[in-house]
């Protein structure tokens, strides 16, 4: 890692930050993040009421904090707490633009809090005399619209719980999810546009429809014969009745993504995602009262429900909808400037694809708004930090943050506080005691391990769908330490700096000559490598030990030639280790993703050991699969 940041931030930007003020409302003296995380973790129940206080939680937080904290899981926050999710998100009535959604065509609407509001009312109120009530379940199969957020809202603000695919899904997958949870009613579209082109799904919702017999009524996008959300905003509006619930009343499903198996169904509660929210946005992000927010995602990604809760903080909300790099590779840069985006999000594979398309924004773009770039989704390359800070914005904050749908948050992500070091993300969420250990559940520093969790946070899930005695619930998290958390980010911490390097899943750890080392380090290097598009690197079963096989996608002029073989390999060797270098470095036409683009090394794992790809619908392109399947290059 280099040794200079690439970032520092200026005394009047730590001076002006909230978490300053936060700092100085606490007694923690700015800017020592060390302190501050600290002292948030030895006062945890007065560090999270304080969250409240300072977010200004619309609510009764009631008397206690928390009951039995050492108990982890089967701690219980804000007991006698009572809010609503929805109305939180709305109160910033007076506020011009609450949400600016755009499509692929450049279609642009906008809504301002106060139409937000009466959209979301005529909504709740289509849904309660379709007989939808708290704890029932309302599904979207839909685009990142404005419809989507207006159909959680008014979910939200019965009480009822709120859980959402993308249109891109097949029909197994979604029936794989909402067969699990029994929705009543289901909001969907007839089709939906990406790169250029129109999908017609229709006949994939009435399928879904007819597998799943708990959905009673079908809300379409667009205007039908049947019922649409147009004829929902011709219905008399009435005002939003917001009843006051537990902290922990069930506010999402969320899914696992369901590549090892049959999705899990994750139920996060309202009051844990609310106050976990507003805590990154304000604190870590910065997020303030008339900023504008954007992160690009489906409606199937965990992201997209920590982006709209940016409604809370009075921000307005950019939705985008369609391909990042249609018509243009700069298509989603445009949005900076035309809507005066200050916080701008994306994964680190949409970072590396447009500095390997040679965009350099800072040279065609003002920028001027952009104050934070936001990426996850999976370890951000060193190249690629050096190329935000080279060819995005110099003084922008770059804050690759970590956590996952399991918390529907992030366990370690920037600060306004500390300098930005390249390949690192800045540090630990505040109020969660983040650690890294060893096999033994020891702390270790400058050393990689399992990233942890030692005690409990307020977004726990609440449970597992079908999981009555949290069997899976605490096989998936508290198996390998006891009431420690952990799901499987094999990591480092950097004590020179606090920062943290994640390396890849634990699950995909290599493990050759016993010596772990976790996929991203090798990606790290492959990257950096002009000729390759994409890369995904396994562990092979071979002569009772474990070789490194890398598969590469290059580009379309290009051939993988021994000239480039052995340029890949000393690159990794130069900047890595030898144990890092594989085996055998091979070429595939494509790399197998998620629906929220993470590499699927697990599947490939399995079906060059001639085993069968569990799941195969939750990959966003199974067919590429294929390609891995029966390669005479692997038999020596």
Same mark, same amino acid.
């Given at each position: ?36 995380? $600290?002292?948030? =973790? ?7 009421? $304080? ?30 707490? $009572? ?27 906008? +809504? ?7 959209? *979301? ?15 029932? *379940? ?13 159909? +959680? ?17 097949? /029909? ?35 399928? /879904?429809? &007819? ?57 996060? %509660? ?14 870590? !992000? ?6 504008? /927010? ?8 965990? +992201? ?42 994306? %994964? ?55 956590? %996952?749908?399991?918390? =529907? ?13 390249? %390949? ?68 480092? $911490? ?6 943290? !390097? ?26 950096? =490598? ?7 690197? /396994?562990? &092979? ?6 070789? !490194?096989?890398?598969?590469? !996608? ?44 993470? =590499? ?37």
């Amino acid at each position: 890692m280099n040794a200079s940041p690439l970032r520092t931030p200026s005394d009047s930007s730590i001076q002006a930050s909230n978490l300053t003020q936060f700092a100085h409302a606490v007694g923690i003296q700015p800017p020592d993040f060390s302190a501050m995380h $600290r002292w948030s =973790i030895d006062h945890r129940p007065e560090f999270w009421k $304080r969250v409240w206080s300072f977010t200004e939680i619309r609510g009764d937080c009631g008397l206690r904090t928390v009951i039995d904290p050492h108990l982890f899981p089967g701690a219980r926050w804000f007991p006698d707490a $009572r809010l609503n999710f929805a109305e939180n998100l709305l109160r910033y009535k007076h506020e011009p633009q609450a949400l600016v959604s755009k499509d692929q065509s450049g279609e642009r609407t906008a +809504m301002s809090f106060a139409e937000l509001a009466e959209k *979301t009312s005529r909504f709740a109120n289509h849904l309660r005399n379709q007989g939808v009530g708290p704890g029932d *379940t309302v599904a979207a199969w839909l685009p990142n619209v404005s419809e989507a957020v207006v159909g +959680m809202l008014g979910t939200a603000s019965l009480g009822a719980v709120w859980t959402s695919v993308s249109p891109d899904f097949g /029909v197994a997958a979604v029936v794989d999810r909402l067969g699990q949870i029994h929705p009543k009613v289901l909001l969907a579209c007839n089709r939906y546009r990406y790169n250029g082109r129109e999908f017609n799904i229709r006949r994939k919702v009435e399928q /879904v429809q &007819q597998a799943v017999p708990s959905i009673r009524s079908v809300v379409w996008l667009e205007d039908s014969e049947r019922c649409s959300f147009a004829r929902i905003w011709d219905e008399q509006p009435r005002s939003i009745d917001c009843p006051q619930l537990p902290f922990n009343h069930p506010l999402y499903i969320l899914y696992s993504s369901g590549t090892t198996g049959k999705p899990k169904c994750i139920v996060h %509660g309202a009051g844990g995602s609310l106050i976990q929210h507003l805590k990154e946005h304000q604190l870590h !992000v910065d997020l303030r009262r008339g900023d504008c /927010v954007f992160f690009f995602t489906t409606t199937g990604w965990m +992201m997209w429900n920590w982006l709209v809760s940016a409604l809370a903080s009075g921000s307005a909300v950019v939705l985008f909808d369609g391909s990042p790099f249609h018509p243009h590779p700069g298509r989603l840069i445009d949005l900076i400037d035309s809507e005066g985006i200050t916080v701008f999000g994306a %994964g680190a594979k949409y970072f590396a694809s447009i500095q390997r398309e040679g965009l350099a924004p800072i040279e065609t773009h003002d920028l001027a708004s952009l104050r934070t770039i936001l990426s996850t989704g999976s370890p951000l390359s060193q190249e690629s930090f050096r190329y935000c800070y080279r060819s995005f914005k110099p003084d922008a904050q770059l804050a690759s943050i970590s956590g %996952g749908t399991d918390l =529907i948050s992030c366990f370690v992500l920037g600060n306004p506080w500390q300098p930005v070091f390249e %390949g690192e993300i800045q540090g630990p969420g505040l109020g969660m005691d983040v650690d890294v250990v060893d096999d033994g559940c020891n702390s270790i520093d400058d050393a990689k391990g399992e990233l942890v969790c030692r005690k409990s946070f307020p977004s726990t899930p609440l449970r597992f769908v079908n999981d009555p005695d949290d069997r899976k619930f605490r096989g998936a998290y508290f198996d390998r330490f006891e009431a420690t958390w952990a799901h499987g980010d094999f990591c480092e $911490r950097v004590s020179r700096t606090g920062g943290y !390097v994640i390396h890849g899943r634990s699950d995909a750890v290599l493990n050759p000559g016993g010596v772990r080392i976790g996929t991203a380090e090798i990606y790290r290097q492959v990257e950096t =490598i002009p000729e390759i598009v994409d890369c995904v690197c /396994v562990g &092979q079963d071979w002569q009772g030990d474990t070789r !490194v096989i890398l598969f590469v !996608v290059v580009e379309p002029e290009t051939r993988l030639d021994s000239e480039l073989v052995a340029r890949i390999r000393m690159r990794i060797r130069e900047n890595a280790t030898p144990r890092h270098v594989p085996s055998k470095v091979l070429e595939v036409p494509d790399v197998p993703r998620t629906r929220s683009g993470k =590499i699927a090394e697990l599947a490939v794992r399995d079906v060059i050991h001639g085993r069968a790809a569990v799941n195969t619908a939750a990959l966003s392109n199974p067919e590429s699969l294929d390609a891995y399947a029966n390669l005479e290059e692997l038999t020596s």
